[in-house]
């Protein structure tokens, strides 16, 4: 039987009956608050105020390779955002949060006030509790599912470590210098981003192998790159990252979605990391990768020091320079002794189970839209849902840029509902050998 059609909320702006002159100046109100909180917002910039030079890793790997491990010395962060902090303060008290725009805008005014905060306590305890209010912890549960960061963590290591040992054959081992991946990049970008210039270029001091902004995508420089990274940092920094930082920008109303709020964190790493899966580009070192940077949070919050997490990941079979970058990921304006540290790498297993989730739940209630409008801008999951009647009425623009997994809702919408009749199946029940006659 055909379902009958949902009602809709009325469109609140932009041209349709009903449209009140009181809503008209409600959001024209919000408009002016999304512009205020660009300004104050703009410069809080998390990851890059948290990397270490080169040097640092330069003089901690000469030390190691002599004999004589030594904790690194990391540089120190003294940051004052009292004027930024205050901005922020007496916007959040213009907000009106019985409006879902206002709600949204109060949101992400406060997760930009406790980013600062956590920013000015660099080094302190209160650093990582500020973290982990931005972030969670290992011994989070991920919703309602009971399992924890840490336990889906421990779940994909036991997995990868039976498949990598048995008949999966062992990962290539060559170079791919940041010159040649930069190239592969570029043309990339320069055919995907047709009316908005996107430049790629090579950043010695950067933490992450990659990190997409808006107009730039940086890859970290003297480094080697896999056979698998290109097209994993195509999906996930490139079609994901600065497609949804590009979109949120050329917002006609909402700039503050061009952003990176970090209440955005985890549903924009989460997007990301499904990119990989959905385009087949995520190998098993990648999802290890992930499982274990959760692992190296909990250690560090234990109290491990950052040797204890670089011999972690060294025992892992990492190399040295990324065992170096993964610790430091955890330790990145935390305390190189342990209990101090930046939790940010919880996320993207609950991100991606979270937006995987949401996906193909969109889809069971038909609600395929859901899909797009995730990359209109820097959102959270639950905006696309309270923030529905504006992308309806043309308040929140379409996305001007989307991957070719997102663009094709057709190919998308028989995958997701497959995946949603599959998890039907309880494998707990079934056997390999019960296939024996099949």
Request: hydrophobic residues 40%.
């Amino acid at each position: 039987m055909r379902r009958p059609p949902r009602s809709r909320p009325r469109a609140p702006f932009g041209g349709a009956r009903g449209t009140t002159a009181a809503m008209d100046r409600t959001l024209e109100r919000c408009r002016d608050l999304d512009s205020r909180l660009v300004q104050a917002a703009k410069d809080i910039k998390i990851l890059s105020r948290l990397s270490w030079p080169e040097s640092t890793e330069r003089a901690f790997l000469e030390a190691w390779a002599a004999g004589r491990p030594a904790l690194p010395e990391a540089p120190a962060l003294r940051l004052d955002h009292g004027e930024k902090l205050a901005a922020l303060r007496a916007l959040r008290r213009e907000c009106d949060r019985s409006h879902p725009v206002g709600r949204y805008l109060d949101d992400t005014a406060a997760s930009y006030e406790t980013a600062a905060a956590m920013l000015q306590s660099a080094g302190t305890p209160a650093f990582t509790e500020l973290s982990c209010e931005l972030y969670g912890r290992p011994g989070d549960a991920i919703g309602r599912s009971g399992v924890t960061n840490l336990g889906a963590a421990g779940h994909f290591l036991r997995a990868t470590d039976a498949l990598a040992g048995g008949y999966l054959a062992a990962r290539e081992e060559f170079c791919l210098t940041p010159a040649h991946v930069a190239g592969e990049i570029g043309r990339e970008v320069r055919a995907f981003f047709t009316g908005h210039p996107v430049q790629v270029v090579i950043d010695p001091d950067l933490a992450p192998k990659a990190a997409a902004g808006a107009r730039t995508v940086r890859l970290r420089g003297a480094t080697c790159f896999g056979p698998h990274d290109i097209g994993q940092l195509l999906q996930h920094e490139v079609f994901v990252h600065t497609a949804t930082m590009r979109n949120g920008r050329e917002q006609p109303h909402l700039r503050s979605l061009g952003l990176g709020a970090p209440r955005t964190t985890a549903t924009q790493e989460g997007l990301a990391t499904l990119a990989e899966l959905m385009t087949r580009t995520m190998d098993l070192d990648r999802l290890r990768r992930i499982a274990l940077r959760i692992e190296a949070v909990e250690r560090a919050l234990q109290g491990g020091d950052f040797l204890d997490i670089f011999r972690f990941f060294l025992d892992a079979g990492q190399h040295e320079e990324e065992c170096y970058h993964a610790a430091m990921r955890v330790f990145r304006g935390g305390d190189v002794r342990g209990r101090v540290a930046f939790t940010k790498d919880v996320v993207y297993l609950q991100g991606l189970i979270f937006t995987h989730t949401f996906l193909r739940k969109a889809i069971q209630e038909d609600r395929p839209e859901c899909s797009r409008r995730l990359f209109a801008g820097r959102l959270a999951l639950g905006d696309v849902l309270s923030l529905e009647p504006f992308f309806d009425s043309g308040f929140i623009a379409p996305p001007l840029y989307e991957p070719p997994w997102v663009a094709d809702r057709r190919v998308l919408a028989a995958s997701l509902l497959y995946s949603v009749f599959a998890n039907t199946i309880s494998l707990g029940s079934i056997r390999l050998a019960d296939f024996a006659n099949a």
